[in-house]
């Protein structure tokens, strides 16, 4: 007779409460030998929060932890550590100046103080192979991409002896090859009795990664189902507690002027590496045109020398026709243009300062904000209010700190700032990252909207269905440069996957469709 497999993880009643929120409410979580749990919930449910008491970055306020059935005390990433658990977060905790060998031992006590680098290489190298992980352990974190950068972070997990691993976004910033490799490597781990649990907003990944999923709304678990027995469909309305379309419904697209115009623009990074090389772009007005590729390839300098962030070596940016080449942010913003930028934190956000400040902070210096050269109090809080109740920030006031949100609900405030004061063009970089299903529908519709009020819409992302539905171009970029630009309307994954991995569009055509295809006959 079969034995009874036991959990390897159990966490029980699990509250934890910030000021004014409870993030998680008595909540229960299995997890077994050989499985991967996918955890699913709108912004603010509470997931994150859950997965950091399990990491030991957060004390609960009341429940308990098994492991093996054995109840353990977790009061820091280290006792984490020493019990199994692993997290690879969505934001990579790396240090770009040292090599892989190096961050991976890093913070590590049993490490003598002078290490045997060439032991710990052959270790990484060894465990490298038997996961297929590929990489170099003398490579220095800042010569590898993104994709390379995770299974680092992963490499590290199980170098650290990680039984249950945790993933926060995993594939957000990865191509679609690069999701499949992770998969196989999720797989091979849980075939030897590893287990895992994965955040993420992708339904798609949940039924091809999962064999579980759990779905947390407003901090209480209020489902747990076999993925075999569920899909995309039910997950989405579970989680938001309504239908969901995944398709978005736009008119074909009716282009006129062209607002902006990026042409032969060089530009290097912060570590004066070229980061633009001859690139070259026009959106026009009642358009959206998408930048598709993996994370680091030129796409966070593309936004900035457009909005004035950055500095432009060679070539120009037009806005409605007058040069804005290297002109200030602020004269930027008055010649229309708004901007989502891909770090919100450091960039979108004053974690400071309340939530109605950071809405009103395109508006501050014209009326009704400013009266008389003196800010409103009261119409601050009646502008933020109305922003709060449109894009649904779930914010305990408008006077709550905004750094005391979900990652997902500051998304959401950027959002609603930026859009209320887009004069003419958006450039929207991730502007779904890191929402639920719910609140990705509603940003996808707000582009189109955006794009049938006339306004010219630069979208970059690595989700390619989110470039697939509601670009109406799609332009790829490897290392500063174009690969090509595609019709959403004629685009495959496949093709833009693989331009995204730097090959050229004529030659991405010629693999995948065949010689006919690629030389028009």
């Not at 054995?70 to 100046?97: C, Y």
């Not at 901007?339 to 009326?367: C, E, F, Q, T, W």
Request: with cysteine; glycine share 10%.
């Amino acid at each position: 007779m079969e034995t009874e497999k036991k959990p390897i993880l159990e966490m029980r009643g699990i509250t934890k409460r910030f000021p004014g929120v409870v993030a998680n409410d008595h909540v229960d979580l299995e997890l077994f030998p050989g499985e991967v749990l996918a955890l699913l919930g709108e912004n603010g449910a509470g997931k994150s929060s859950l997965m950091n008491v399990l990491a030991g970055l957060y004390r609960p306020d009341e429940g308990a932890i098994f492991i093996r059935g054995e109840k353990v005390q977790i009061d820091s990433p280290r006792d984490a550590r020493n019990l199994g658990i692993g997290m690879v977060h969505q934001n990579f905790m790396v240090v770009d100046t040292m090599t892989v060998a190096e961050n991976i031992i890093l913070g590590l006590t049993e490490v003598s103080m002078i290490p045997d680098m060439g032991k710990i290489s052959d270790r990484i190298r060894e465990i490298s192979s038997h996961y297929n992980l590929k990489v170099d352990p003398s490579a220095y974190i800042w010569q590898l991409g993104v994709g390379e950068q995770q299974r680092v972070e992963i490499l590290k997990q199980i170098y650290r002896g990680a039984e249950i691993l945790i993933l926060d976004e995993p594939t957000a910033v990865l191509t679609p090859q690069e999701s499949e490799e992770l998969n196989n490597i999720l797989r091979q781990m849980t075939s030897e009795g590893k287990a895992a649990i994965f955040i993420t907003h992708k339904m798609e990944e949940v039924i091809a990664f999962s064999d579980w999923v759990r779905v947390l709304q407003h901090g209480k678990l209020v489902t747990v189902k076999r993925t075999s027995e569920t899909n995309p469909q039910e997950l989405a309305r579970l989680m938001v507690g309504r239908e969901v379309l995944f398709r978005i419904d736009k008119a074909p697209a009716e282009p006129k002027d062209v607002i902006l115009e990026v042409e032969n623009v060089d530009a290097n990074d912060e570590k004066g590496m070229p980061a633009l090389k001859g690139f070259s772009l026009q959106v026009r007005q009642g358009e959206i045109v998408g930048i598709a590729g993996v994370a680091g390839n030129g796409q966070r300098e593309l936004t900035e020398v457009i909005t004035g962030l950055h500095p432009v070596l060679n070539g120009s940016i037009k806005i409605n026709g007058k040069d804005m080449t290297n002109r200030s942010p602020l004269a930027i913003i008055r010649s229309g243009v708004s901007h989502i930028p891909s770090d919100r934190i450091a960039m979108g956000v004053v974690g400071d300062m309340s939530v109605a400040n950071n809405l009103v902070m395109k508006g501050y210096r014209r009326k009704p904000i400013t009266h008389g050269g003196l800010l409103d109090p009261r119409r601050i809080l009646d502008f933020a209010r109305r922003m709060i109740d449109s894009f649904k920030i779930a914010t305990p006031t408008p006077d709550t700190h905004v750094k005391f949100l979900s990652g997902g609900n500051i998304q959401k405030t950027i959002l609603a700032r930026e859009i209320d004061s887009c004069g003419g063009v958006l450039v929207a970089a991730y502007p779904s990252r890191g929402l639920d299903v719910g609140a990705t529908e509603a940003v996808r519709n707000e582009m189109v909207r955006q794009r049938d009020k006339g306004s010219g819409v630069l979208l970059v992302s690595e989700d390619l269905d989110e470039l697939l539905s509601v670009a109406d171009r799609i332009v790829v970029m490897f290392e500063g440069q174009s690969m090509g630009e595609l019709s959403s309307a004629d685009a495959e994954v496949e093709m833009l996957g693989l331009m995204m991995s730097g090959v050229s569009k004529k030659k991405a055509e010629k693999e995948y469709y065949g010689s006919d295809h690629a030389t028009g006959v």
